[in-house]
């Protein structure tokens, strides 16, 4: 099976424009979960999609939106950007916790520069 | 809030030597994942506990969780320099990992010295 994919691997933004990043999970997978890493707060949270529908949320301002869409793939997106935004952005899957599998997936991460 | 606590933060070895490597919670354990880290890079599952007093291995890696559900340790064997890396455990914020919410560990830094 193939991996967690996201797109694109580098981006290089302003302040004030607005991103958006894609990811792909694991085929099969239905829960997609999206994270922040910087050097200073570590990985943190920022919510978790399962049949399209946003289940939990981390504590980060509105300007950090996403969705998931019926094929399961999802995307984020930051809007009005600032340079504490620059970070590397992680994507994860998860199969369905039903099947009694709970092993979350990361994917290569894209890393988002705020100039 | 539940805190995940690694130490050491940072570990250099001689290649061949065994280390082991800790993470502490201020509360239960329902879930504990260990991965591996390249820096600037995607994270790889290594292992995942969910019983107190479980143990898996992989290669030269040994993943526990006491019996209590308050701390893992992860040991690897005749380190190799392919062991170098950044080592995260995270952990599942609530029982039976139903909302995909790992809180994640500062990270423990290997080197590995050839």
């Known amino acids: 099976k193939a991996g967690v994919t996201q797109t694109p691997r580098y981006l290089i933004k302003t302040r004030g424009q607005q991103v958006t990043l894609s990811c792909s999970p694991i085929s099969g997978h239905r829960s997609v979960s999206w994270y922040q890493q910087t050097p200073g707060q570590g990985l943190q949270f920022l919510f978790e999609?399962?049949?399209?529908?946003?289940?939990n949320k981390g504590n980060f301002p509105g300007r950090f939106s996403g969705r998931q869409f019926s094929n399961s793939r999802s995307e984020m997106n930051v809007s009005t950007l600032e340079l504490g935004d620059s970070a590397l952005y992680l994507c994860a899957s998860r199969s369905d916790i039903r099947t009694g599998t709970y092993e979350q997936y990361f994917g290569p991460g894209t890393r988002l520069t705020v100039t | 809030s539940q805190e995940l606590e690694q130490s050491p933060q940072s570990l250099i070895v001689q290649e061949g030597k065994n280390l082991t490597i800790n993470c502490t919670s201020s509360k239960t354990l329902y879930g504990l994942y260990w991965y591996k880290q390249k820096y600037g890079e995607g994270l790889i599952f290594l292992m995942m506990l969910q019983k107190g007093g479980e143990e898996k291995s992989h290669e030269k890696i040994t993943a526990k969780l006491d019996e209590k559900k308050q701390q893992s340790s992860l040991h690897i064997t005749a380190s190799q320099p392919s062991h170098a890396g950044i080592y995260l455990c995270?952990?599942?914020?609530?029982?039976?990992?139903?909302?995909?919410?790992?809180?994640f560990g500062k990270g423990t830094k290997l080197s590995v010295k050839p």
């Open positions: 999609y399962f049949s399209e529908t946003q289940r």
């Open positions: 995270g952990a599942d914020r609530d029982y039976g990992g139903s909302q995909g919410n790992l809180i």
